[in-house]
């Protein structure tokens, strides 16, 4: 099976997709991991990107396209994909439309995190990532065990994201109404699209996701 889980920043597209990968052995393709990955690395795209993603504009369709592009012919995923804050334009949906078929992989569904922007806002302010193994944790909603060690992986460093700030968000937020939300009508039009109520806790987003799939 391949989806996407769509939604705009902070709706819990990256915890949902990481329960998905360890209930049905999916891979996760997370642009936005892989964007700070080749930041880390210092590559030339690292430092291409860098700038626009501190501002929480969106990077070039062309980048992110070669980037899933060149996962995609690359490794294999018995499993199938989970596309996590990919595609984010209509260039990129078809895009992604194109890479699909032309490998024979169906485009089963489309899981719409419906969260509204103060929720979006709560939850941004208190996220955190395990530097380790990229577990995302919440001061209020999923905090980091006690011990202080990583749930997943033991590890004891904990990140804020550099763009998770007031002004990024601004931009994170209109981005998303602006450029990605266009894409509930493309998907709905194409019969894929299985809206979900994001605003439940973790657990009760997962059954709905589990309802929309099965
Ligand atoms: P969030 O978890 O807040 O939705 P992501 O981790 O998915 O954010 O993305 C962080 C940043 O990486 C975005 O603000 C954007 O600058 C860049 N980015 C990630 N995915 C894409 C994409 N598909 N197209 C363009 N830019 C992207
Ligand atoms: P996205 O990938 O869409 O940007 P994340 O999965 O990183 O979103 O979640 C954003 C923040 O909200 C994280 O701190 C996460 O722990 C928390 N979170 C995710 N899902 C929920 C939920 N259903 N209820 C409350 N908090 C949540
Ligand atoms: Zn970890």
Redesign the pocket.
Known sequence: MNIIVL?????G??TQARILVEERRMAQL???????DARRSGSAIGRT?AE??D???????G??IDI?RERLENDGSPGGYIF??????LA?ADALGELLDDLGFRLDAVVEMRVNDDALVRR?SARSTCAGCGEVYNDHTRPIPEDGRCERCGGTDFRR?A??NDE??R??LM??YKQTSPLIGYYHAKGVLRPVNGLRDIDGVANEIRLALD
Request: charged share 25%; proline share 7%.
């Open positions: 939604g705009p920043p902070g709706a597209k990256g997370s642009t936005g991991d892989m964007l700070r990107v626009v993603m501002r929480g504009d969106l990077v070039t369709d980048i992110v899933i996590d804050g990919f595609p984010r334009t990129q941004i994201r763009d998770d990024s968000l931009t994170r981005a998303y």
